[in-house]
């Protein structure tokens, strides 16, 4: 079975090995295990696109195969990144707590760590209980579990109720970017129990590990080459059989499907379920990467970015969704990080760090307009063939 | 006439004033000459005192050079006079009486007295009383203010006396409040203070319920019998209004009952009583627990090392003996009851008032919302076109109203101006987009989604580069400041009132433009069948065009409307874009009343969620969201649905 669905996909044969050519010269350059030619913070650039390529597996999935336009994937991602994110905070906490009370004559009680590691987390907001969410923060599997679960469970709730009652289309899209404004503003507040608009950081710190961070980074950009594969393996999986075939019969006429017999609104359930959690994963591999989270994370302008990744690589094709990821973040991040050389016009300096946005927002008007296939299209005019089932 | 009048008050308030044909000014305050030479706060009160009390018509004149730091004492013979500094350096005296000239005098002749600001603060209070019935109402005015900011029970009869002969019907009602409101607080008569506080009840004034809190201020006495006092109330231990430790803490504050050892002195005691790293025989590493460390503390107490814990039994026994009550400090029990009475009456009517305040504000929210969505009814309720770069047109508007002030610096003309600049502006920014962008993809909406909103994320970038990202004023005409107050509860700005008005004309525009214009007719025409309508010899493309430009050019005008009390900001659009969306949705696609009631719902829910919990209005717009998350289940399709074949799909 499985030798049969990677010989129908060469693609992703051809994926998982560029891929892992990937990983292995970054692991060469890098300063961790490698020659030192690309810098540690860069090594983290690339990891975390990685994991942005993942969600944008996930959303090349729920939007470009079972056309659903979700504006709501990246509260899938912060959550994800908030549940590994109160272990790595509560863990390393409880080290310098720990380590901070010993040095007192009398040694610590269980409830004087306790209060300490409150009071270090929850200072901020003017708290030191732990709020009940934290029950489970000082579990590893626990949390782990908590990073597929409780996005999963989310989506499950929002989408049970969503497709329940047949919102589709754009009323879809609105509710979804109202449940993401709606998460982040809840995030905002300090009385949410995970520390407010401070969010929660020092994630790149590993509990109870002494490496380097050029080390650690590698560690992370070797997971989220990993999780990218799976989750790359898996989608294509899950696109190329008979599920595949109902989910982009939906995508193109949901009247017909349902006519047929198909339950839609399970199919649908599944797969907004399924990319949630993929979604969560993501997130939980971003983030301590990235060092921070907080509430801004998952505003609504996350996702439609994602959205906006994804249209230009190419919707409907999962190698499309990471080109355009990776292209459009990757040169995002030299545009916006100062790297691009001014324009002078003579009258007028050209700052990319100012018109990369504006240029960014009137590309994708162009590629809606003119190029729906994206960058994915391209390669379609390389390859000069079709894909018919992508049509 | 008016001179007369006010001599007439003079002489009633100072009833004395026979008094003054005998005695001269410089007599009382010979009189007085040492305790305003030594002129300290703790001293001089008699002799302002005396002052006032000679009744003599200059006095008035007197306080105020002496607390102007002019009055000058002779060194020769101690007499006191106001002195003018001449061209030569010396002093030309006048004496108080007659204002006579006395001559002149050497400033090393003379003394001045230069009174601290305690005794000028003195001075100040028992000037009050005449500038009561100064001829000068600012004057008059201003002596209210100073009683009411710290009112003295010497204040209340002068202040009484006052009121008989006011003339001006604006001081006399401030005189009058004041004096009900000092009867209650300072009469001697009991009878007087609780028909003062009846007359008032149920008043919605701030300075009724502050002048009634210090008259029903408490303060918690611990007894073992029933203390003789008028008692608020007795209070039960282990209630909400009294805690179990609450309680105890009382007790040792009152010195009845031992302190309780807590952790940290227990562990302190514990620390230095560490022997060879043992305690009482308990190894010291081994003390990493409560329990652990309870039980070596019982050790130090067995051997008269420490202070014995205090059990919880201990506690019950103690908490047993004795009774525990808040005790008004007012002794009259007929005047706390009143009080009472009064201060539940009033606030029974603030709780009235502020429910009619925040439906006002759920109005005025409401309102809000209603002018930012209704260009977007038209676009997407009647177009079904999702405009993204919606929000950036509401601050294109805004910003043009901005330019404009640049430009015209009288506001009133400005506003004039923008209105129809900015719907300009935008109504072409519309068309631009419609013929641009939208035209190519009416048939797929998700895309119009997408692409719109890369228009909007450009667009407001661009206004970032331009405007830079602070802040930008658009400044309300004159006319339109302040608030109307209707009491001291309830009021409404006047441009929240602008904007509900606004909504409304917007509303009836939308309406007459639907209903009653052949655009309008066109318009519904080729939303509900374009190619039956082209047929008929409409052209839907400029239809389209059209009916886009307008909803963006409604935008455009609530840009302006929107600015004039929120910021102008590049980003101000995107704060509104997805509560636009809501609201129409949450009405119903395709109907003006539909969005008027879901902006309605939006904003009256979103402000009940702040009166509940009003510390955060972030908590109300995470609820409302989940509100209408759970609303679109009920009513997918919103509050008004379209039925049959104009629904759609």
């Known amino acids: 079975m499985n030798r049969s669905f990677i010989a129908r996909n060469p693609s992703v044969l051809i994926f998982l090995a560029l891929l892992a050519l990937f990983t292995l010269v970054v692991t060469g350059l890098s300063e961790g295990f490698g020659i030192g030619f690309i810098s540690t913070s860069f090594v983290k650039v690339l990891g975390k696109t990685l994991c942005l390529c993942l969600i944008a597996i996930a959303m090349d999935l729920i939007w470009g195969y079972t056309g659903i336009l979700s504006l709501g994937h990246f509260a899938f991602f912060g959550l994800g990144g908030y549940m590994i994110g109160m272990w790595l905070m509560y863990e390393r906490t409880r080290q310098i707590v720990e380590n901070a009370l010993s040095e007192g004559v009398l040694p610590p009680t269980p409830e004087e760590i306790e209060t300490g590691i409150g009071n270090q987390i929850f200072g901020v907001v003017g708290s030191s209980d732990f709020p009940l969410i934290w029950a489970f923060a000082d579990s590893f599997v626990l949390q782990l579990a908590f990073v597929v679960l409780v996005p999963g469970i989310l989506a499950l ?126 997130g939980a591999l971003y983030y301590p990467q990235a060092g921070i989270i907080n509430p801004a994370e998952v505003a609504p302008i996350a996702s439609i970015y994602l959205a906006v990744w994804v249209a230009i690589g190419g919707r409907g094709r999962l190698y499309g969704a990471v080109i355009g990821t990776a292209f459009v973040s990757l040169v995002s991040s030299w545009f916006t990080g100062g790297q691009a050389p001014d324009v002078p016009l003579g009258f007028y300096t050209v700052k990319w760090v100012d018109w990369w946005l504006v240029l960014l927002g009137l590309s994708f008007v162009m590629v809606t307009l003119y190029a729906p296939k994206g960058i994915g299209g391209l390669i379609d005019l390389l390859k000069r063939k079709r894909k018919d089932a992508d049509a | 006439m008016k001179t007369l009048l ?102 090393s002749d003379l003394r001045q007295l230069k009174p601290n600001s305690g005794v000028r603060a003195m001075i100040a209070t028992a000037l009050v009383q005449f500038q009561l019935s100064d001829p000068d109402v600012a004057k008059r005015a201003d002596a209210l203010d100073s009683i009411a900011r710290d009112p ?348 509900f008005i606004l909504a409304l004309l917007f509303l009836a525009l939308f309406l007459f433009i639907m209903k009653r214009t052949r655009l309008g007719l066109e318009t519904r025409a080729v939303t509900q069948n374009p190619r039956m309508a082209a047929s008929m010899g409409i052209n839907p493309d400029r239809v389209n065009m059209l009916t886009f430009g307008l909803g963006s050019g409604i935008a455009g005008i609530a840009g302006v409307a929107i600015g004039l009390f929120a910021k102008v900001t590049s980003e101000m659009g995107s704060d509104y874009i997805v509560q636009s969306f809501m609201t129409v949705v949450v009405g119903g696609v395709g109907n003006i009343w539909g969005t008027l009631a879901g902006a309605a719902m939006i904003g009256g829910f979103q402000k009940g969620v702040e009166f509940l919990n009003p510390s955060n209005t972030l908590a109300a717009q995470t609820y409302m969201i989940i509100f209408i998350i759970i609303f679109i289940q009920f009513r997918p399709r919103g509050i008004i649905a379209l039925k049959g074949r104009a629904a759609g799909d």
């Not at chain 1, 393996?233 to 899950?238: G, P």
């Not at chain 2, 008028?230 to 039960?236: F, R, T, V």
């Not at chain 2, 429910?355 to 309102?367: E, I």
């Open chain 2, 152 to 499: 003295e029970v010497a204040l209340l009869a002068p202040l009484r006396a006052s009121i008989k002969g006011e003339t001006d019907a604006d001081i006399l009602a401030r005189k009058t409040r004041l004096e009900r409101l000092m009867s209650m607080a300072y009469d001697s008569d009991v009878a007087t203070r609780v028909a003062a506080i009846n007359d008032m009840s149920g008043d919605l004034g701030v300075d009724f319920r502050a002048t009634l809190n210090p008259i029903l201020s408490v303060t918690r006495v611990v007894s073992k019998t029933r203390p003789e006092a008028n008692i608020a109330q007795k209070l039960i231990v282990g209630s909400d209004a009294l805690t179990r430790d609450a309680a105890y803490a009382l007790l040792v504050a009152a010195g009845d009952a031992p302190v309780e050892i807590t952790a940290d002195a227990r562990d302190a005691t514990l620390e230095a009583h560490i022997d060879g790293g043992r305690v009482a025989g308990f190894p010291a590493a081994q003390l990493s627990t409560e329990v652990a460390r309870d039980a070596a503390y019982d050790a130090l107490v067995a051997r008269d090392l420490a202070a014995p814990r205090v059990t919880q039994a201990d506690i019950d026994a103690s908490l047993a003996t004795y009774r525990f009550f808040d005790v008004y400090a007012e002794p009259s029990q007929a005047v706390t009851d009143a009080a009472e009475a009064a201060l539940a009456a009033s606030e029974t009517r603030v709780a009235i008032s502020q429910a009619a305040d925040l439906g006002l504000d759920a109005l005025s929210l409401a309102s809000i919302y209603f002018l930012a969505a209704i260009g977007l009814a038209i676009t997407f309720g009647v177009m079904g076109v999702i405009n993204m770069a919606h929000g950036e047109f509401i601050m294109m508007g805004a910003y043009t109203g901005y330019v404009v002030q640049m430009f015209v610096p009288n506001h009133t003309v400005s506003i004039l101006i923008s209105v129809p600049l900015a719907f300009a502006v935008t109504f072409a920014a519309g068309v631009a987009l419609e013929r641009l962008v939208v035209r190519w993809l009416y048939h797929r909406p998700l895309e119009t989604l997408l692409a719109t909103f890369g228009v909007s994320i450009a667009l407001q970038q661009l206004a970032k580069n331009i405007f830079g990202t602070q802040a930008r004023p658009l400044t309300s005409p004159p006319w339109l400041d302040g608030a109307w107050v209707i009491n001291d509860v309830v009021s409404i700005s006047y441009i929240r009132i602008a904007i």
């Open chain 2, 6 to 107: 006010l001599a007439l008050c003079f002489a009633l308030s100072l009833g004395h004033s026979a008094l003054a044909q005998t005695r001269s000014v410089q007599d009382v305050l010979q009189s007085q000459r040492a305790l305003i030479e030594e002129s300290s706060r703790r001293t001089i009160g008699p002799a302002i005192d005396a002052l006032v009390a000679s009744g003599l018509p200059q006095i008035q004149k007197v306080l105020e050079i002496w607390q102007a730091k002019d009055m000058w004492q002779r060194k020769a013979d101690g007499l006191f006079f106001t002195a003018t500094k001449e061209a030569d350096g010396t002093y030309r005296l006048r004496d108080f009486d007659q204002g006579a000239d006395v001559g002149t005098a050497a400033a």
């Open chain 1, 157 to 282: 709730v929002f989408g049970w109720l969503a497709f329940r009652s047949r919102v589709t289309g754009v009323y879809l899209s609105i509710l979804t970017q109202a449940m993401t404004l709606g998460l982040s503003l809840y995030l905002f507040q300090n009385a949410s129990g995970l520390r407010g608009n401070n969010g929660l950081s020092g994630l790149q710190n590993l509990p109870g590990v002494t490496a380097p961070q050029s080390v650690v980074s590698l560690w992370f950009f070797w997971a989220s080459a990993l999780a990218l594969a799976l989750g790359y393996l898996l989608v294509a999986w899950v696109v190329s059989g008979k599920f595949g075939s109902v989910i982009r019969g939906i995508r193109d006429n949901e009247a017909r499907v349902r006519f047929l017999g198909y339950s839609v609104e399970t199919y649908k359930l599944a797969v907004f379920t399924l990319t949630a959690c993929i979604s969560g994963i993501a």
